[in-house]
Each structure stands twice: as C-alpha cells, then as structure tokens.
C-alpha cells in the first residue's frame, strides 16, 4: 500500500457502499489469510434512485486514515478527526497517522446503474492494522449529468479541491474478525447535487453506516415494470428505493428505527397507494405485506 500526505438539490439518496472485506463469518480470532500488522480492505459502491437519468461520477482514488497506534475497537475521543490530529497521546508529527491508498480500477460509474442493493467493486487492498478515521475520496473532471436520455451537463465539483473526506465512527464498522472490517456510506445525492448559478453541482454529502446493525425494509410490488417509486417516510425521515422492473422487489438500506407510511407511486394509469404503520426496531429487516397497484 501506498502511504500518502495527510489533508482534510434535486435528487434522492444514492449510496457508496464501502466495505472491509471478510472471509470468515466469526467475530473472534483473525483471519490467517492476511498478513500480521494487516488488515484487508475492499471497498463497493451501491445506489438509490434520484430523479435524473444518470449522474456519472469520475473517482480517482480511495484512501482510508489509519491510526496504527490504536485498534478498531477502541473507544471515540474528540478531536481524533481534526484535519491537524493532534491526538492527546500522540506526539506532534502524529507519526502513528498516516493515509494509505487503496488499489482502485479509476473510472466513471454512473451511480444510477447501482440500485436496490445491487453493488459494484470500487477498491481493495491492505492497510496497516489500526483504528479507522476517515475515509477519502478523490474525483477526476469527468463528472456529468443527465437531465434526460440526451441532455447532459456538466457536474463540477463544489469548492477549491477535488476530494472529500468521511469521518468514521467505531460503532460504524462492523468487526467480522480482528483484522477483517465493514463499513457502508451513504452517499445521498438528494443533498449532494444542487443547480446554482446555471450549472450543477457536487458537493457530496455522505453518512456512515453499519449494514450489520442498521435496519432494512423489503418488499414486492407489483406489477412489475408499472410502480417506479417506493418511498418510507415519517416526520423526520423520507427513504427512497426503485423495485426491480423485472420481478417488482425493492429494498431500502440504513432505516432509523420507527413507524413509517410507504407510499407506491405508478405509472401507464396505475394508481398510486400508500400502506401505514409499518414499524422498523433497530438493526431488523421489515418485510412490508406484497402491494399490487391497479388501474
């Protein structure tokens, strides 16, 4: 791995799934396969609807922060993100810091083929082993989007550098073994893309998540091809997802528990209809009753 320098709308969510690879299912012991001092990290990238045709995102680079001189279990202080670390038991060149890159295919994904759980390989590769603090991601030039299947614009990046950064929670990061890890980001486009001054913009806003712990609802829809939104909402929260056109399942990641109404929205003269009271507890999947829409 490589060591680098150290820095730091219209729409509905999309999401970057990143994901400490594993390949054992047990939370104890380490896996024999990585070297000692390591830790194996792959990384994928998942979407939810938004209502454009594409939004094509040019990534770079990946790279995560690593604290080699705690574990991934140790507890969250303040001040362990700040741009100019200095944590409080580490001296002043915070030589236990340091970022390291990931091996990447660099490329443009269009975040709207990636929907309804389906995801796609971003980055992989060892880091050292350690506490993980951020997350960055750089982006190339060659960002676009498209208002229809034809008309497209540029999608430029908000504000004087090219990247982004995540901060990372340890409750975030799911442990599969001591050196085995997954970590999910929403990367939510509803907030992310804006028009301003007669161009688009992308200024990504992204909330980390653990998949193991957060909550999901799943369903059917039906007929397939004919319902083209599902939404989850409460009073604090509105949750997004496409069914599949093909079989009308859908299923919505990183729910806040709580009771919501979901709507059904059709299309071709299918009505629109809304179910209520469908209850989420914490880190459960919620299967919804099967819907048909009907003219």
Known sequence: MKT????????????????????????????PNIPQGKSQVSIYMMDDP???TKVLIDIRQVAVLVDTATKQTDSDHVGQWDDGFCGWHRDKENKSVIWDTLDITPGVYDLLQLRNGVDTLLASGLIPSGKILKVKITLGSDNTIYTDS?????????????????????VDVSSVSS????????F??????????????LKPYIVVFNDQTNAKIKGLALPGRKVILVTAYNATDTLYAVPNWMDGNYLIRNVPAGTYSINFKGRDDYKDTTITNIT????????????????
């Open 4 to 31: 680098v320098t150290k820095l730091l709308a219209p729409g509905i969510a999309a999401a970057l799934f990143l994901f400490f690879a594993c390949n054992k299912n047990n939370s104890s012991g380490s896996n």
């Open 50 to 52: 938004i209502p454009f």
């Open 150 to 170: 034809v008309t497209h614009y540029p999608l430029e990046v908000f504000g004087p550098h090219p990247y982004f950064t995540i901060n990372v929670r340890r």
């Open 179 to 186: 050196n085995d890890f997954k970590l999910w980001l929403d």
């Open 188 to 201: 939510n486009l509803e907030r992310s893309v804006f028009f301003w001054n007669g161009e688009f913009l």
């Open 280 to 295: 989420v507890d914490p880190g459960k999947t919620v299967k919804v009753p099967d819907v048909t829409l009907h003219k």
